[in-house]
């Protein structure tokens, strides 16, 4: 799909369902229950204000997409899974140090306060029409 040919409101339509999609996705993959009960509260907020009946039952419809897909595959790869899991047990260690090092990195730069100047730097690369809808 070409964005370039596409109006602001248009490329934004297109943005906010990708963007729908991702968090649905994200929200059934962490499933902390209260994150689910915020995106479904901001996916029904848009669609409540949506210009008409459709746009608001497509968001729904991405959304409960966005949820059960990532379940569904799981279903499906759950064997395979556990197979690669068996293989990849042996790396653990290793990731645990990597995360628990990028924990305290970032807690370095919340508490310096370069985690602020990190998020400034990179909400440069937010596109400009976004911005100007912000």
């Known amino acids: 799909m070409n964005l370039s040919k596409l109006s602001a409101s248009e490329k934004l339509a297109v943005y906010g369902a990708v963007a729908t999609?991702?968090?649905a996705a994200v929200a059934a993959s962490s499933w902390p229950g209260h994150w689910g009960v915020t995106w479904l509260g901001a996916i029904l907020g848009l669609a409540a204000t949506s210009v008409d009946l459709t746009r608001g039952m497509l968001l729904l419809a991405v959304y409960?997409?966005?949820l059960a897909v990532p379940f569904l595959i799981a279903a499906v790869a759950?064997?395979?899974f556990l197979d690669w899991f068996q293989r990849f047990r042996r790396f653990l260690p290793w990731v645990m140090r990597v995360s628990g090092a990028l924990l305290v990195f970032v807690g370095f730069?919340?508490?310096t306060g370069e985690f602020t100047r990190l998020a400034g730097w990179l909400q440069g690369f937010t596109p400009d029409f976004l911005r100007e809808q912000i």
């Open 64 to 66: 409960s997409a966005g």
């Open 78 to 80: 759950v064997e395979s």
């Open 21 to 23: 999609v991702i968090g």
């Open 109 to 111: 730069l919340l508490l």
